[in-house]
């Protein structure tokens, strides 16, 4: 295991880093563990630890900034929820180098999905400019502030959204990872939701995907206390810093560092696999 120490510092330099791209610390946090020279099946854990203080001490602020639509989330969590069950439960027999190479190519997929995207998807309208930012009660849409005018937006391809989830759910219960890598260009490019709100939704669900696979790795007796605590303290002091710096991106600015972010770990996860 790590020093203590060093868990603290880096438990908070991948949370804010993981933030602001809306793919959760975890997927940072997790590779760089298994490269300092942990196992996968220790370095999961403290990734879902990280993941449950990133999303509590980001959501705060995304919360009052109206970029989290409740609703939305907790649709979505849902089948990421049961995945992450059978992902945990499914874990300690499969071989660590598949689950490294699945993280991988998932990444991989999401960042082109998102780099590979041009222009404005969700542009301002004058109709909206007093508009409240939040979600549209009983809908799936809602409006969010952008350079000091409101933009509209509204989920679609639902079933197809659902469908990622569950399988991001499944991937962060094997790996130990938070699923925003996959949740986020989920929401963005398959429903087509902002990726300022997708990013904040993704960061506020992971928190209840993070839970349900610590409380199986808890029955399998894979958590550890200290390393644990040390994690998530980083993790709460980065997630707050990190999503007071999301909250002021440009949306285009935001989208370049989610993909960058996810193109960076598919290339350090898989070659890590070779």
């Known amino acids: 295991m790590m020093d203590t120490y060093y868990l603290i510092p880096l438990g908070a330099l991948t949370a804010f880093i993981g933030v602001i791209g809306g793919v959760g ?27 449950a203080g990133t999303s509590l001490a980001a959501s705060l602020r995304q919360l009052d900034d109206g970029l989290v639509h409740h609703r939305l989330g907790l649709t979505i969590e849902a089948p990421a929820a049961i995945g992450a ?8 027999s499969l071989p660590a180098v598949w689950l490294a190479r699945v993280l991988g190519f998932g990444a991989l997929a999401g960042a082109i999905a998102t780099l590979a995207r041009r222009g404005v998807r969700n542009p301002p309208k004058s109709t909206f400019v007093d508009d409240s930012p939040g979600e549209w009660p009983g809908t799936l849409g809602g409006t969010y502030h952008h350079g ?33 890598f996959l949740k986020t260009p989920a929401m ?35 958590l550890a206390p200290v390393s644990g605590a040390a994690v998530v303290l980083g993790a709460l002091g980065g997630a707050l ?7 002021r991106l440009p ?23 070779t």
């Open 25 to 51: 610390g975890a997927t940072l946090l997790v590779p760089t563990l298994v490269a300092f020279g942990l196992s996968p099946l220790e370095a999961a854990p403290l990734g879902l630890i990280s993941v």
């Open 85 to 92: 069950v059978f992902g945990a439960l499914i874990s300690t």
């Open 148 to 180: 000091g005018q409101s933009v509209p937006y509204l989920a679609k391809r639902l079933p197809a959204g659902l469908t990622v989830s569950l399988i991001a759910g499944t991937i962060s219960g094997m790996a130990g990872v938070g699923g925003g």
């Open 188 to 222: 963005s490019e398959v429903m087509k939701v902002p990726v300022k709100v997708a990013a904040a939704t993704s960061t506020f669900t992971m928190g209840i995907t993070a839970a349900t696979g610590l409380i199986v790795f808890s029955g399998q007796g894979r």
């Open 241 to 247: 810093i990190g999503a007071r710096v999301q909250s």
């Open 251 to 273: 949306a285009s600015r935001a989208k370049t560092i989610t993909g960058g972010l996810l193109a960076l770990i598919a290339v350090v996860v898989l070659v890590q696999t």
